[in-house]
């Protein structure tokens, strides 16, 4: 359990609706990536809407199929990728929250203080 000393880091992982029963049940898992890292990523805050273009590009689906899995996860298992804000990892992580992608960015939008 986080809290234990370690560092934990707030990360966004983007899904497809397919997916949110067993991510829900299971926890996201690096075994089911399809990419070749066999890894799950994930991004910080300020790229998910980068990440969401990117699955919607990948998978050819709408906004309207994709999630937002807000996870904490122990920074010490996050590998950074070479771009700031991006990062994978082989350890299964449950989301604290799975919320339909269109409602997510409004609300950031919405109660952003940036």
Known sequence: MLGDGKFSLVVY?????????GIHELGILPSMAKGKMGASW??????????????????????????V?????NAEDMYKFFRPGFYYTYTVYHPESITPFMFFLHNERTFSYE
């Open 69 to 73: 899995c807000a996870t904490m996860t």
């Open 13 to 21: 992982h983007i899904t497809i609706a397919e997916n949110v029963r």
């Open 42 to 67: 994930y991004v910080s805050l300020r790229n998910v809407e980068w990440a969401a273009i990117h699955v919607m590009n990948d998978k050819l689906v709408t906004p309207h199929d994709l999630y």
